[in-house]
């Protein structure tokens, strides 16, 4: 059974940093895409970032540009979120999402019905 597990999140003030993780298991991990996405309170679930199997190449909301960075390590399963100069509206539930099949377009990145297994979620709160 495929499983991701987060961790990571917290409180932290404005302009600060956090760092989430996302460990996958029950598969070789190092084949498939992976995303996180988040979900603010009251809001629907919107993408945040991806990255592609090898880790070559790395994709982004406009939001979040240039503050936050993914990277994946494929002998240990997991895949990062370091987050950066965070903003109040930074705050929500963040997912990571494993996609099994390799898709030819980077457009599907983006779409969270692309992705296969989802973890559980990790609250993420800035403060202002």
């Known amino acids: 059974q495929v499983q991701l597990v987060e961790s990571g999140g917290g409180l932290v003030q404005a302009g600060g940093s956090l760092r989430l993780s996302c460990a996958a298991s029950?598969?070789?991990?190092?084949?498939?895409?992976m995303g996180w996405f988040r979900q603010p309170p009251g809001k629907e679930r919107e993408f945040v970032a991806a990255?592609?199997?090898?880790?070559?190449?790395?994709y982004y909301a406009d939001s979040v540009k240039g503050r936050f960075t993914i990277s994946r390590d494929n002998a240990q399963k997991t895949v990062y979120l370091q987050m950066n100069l965070l903003k109040p509206e930074d705050t929500a539930v963040y997912h990571c999402?494993?996609?099994?099949?390799?898709?030819?377009?980077?457009?599907?990145?983006?779409?969270?019905?692309?992705?296969?297994?989802w973890g559980q979620g990790t609250q993420v709160t800035v403060s202002s």
């Open positions: 029950g598969l070789t991990f190092s084949s498939n895409a």
């Open positions: 999402a494993l996609q099994f099949r390799a898709y030819s377009s980077s457009n599907y990145y983006s779409v969270p019905g692309k992705y296969d297994v």
């Open positions: 990255i592609n199997w090898s880790g070559a190449h790395t």
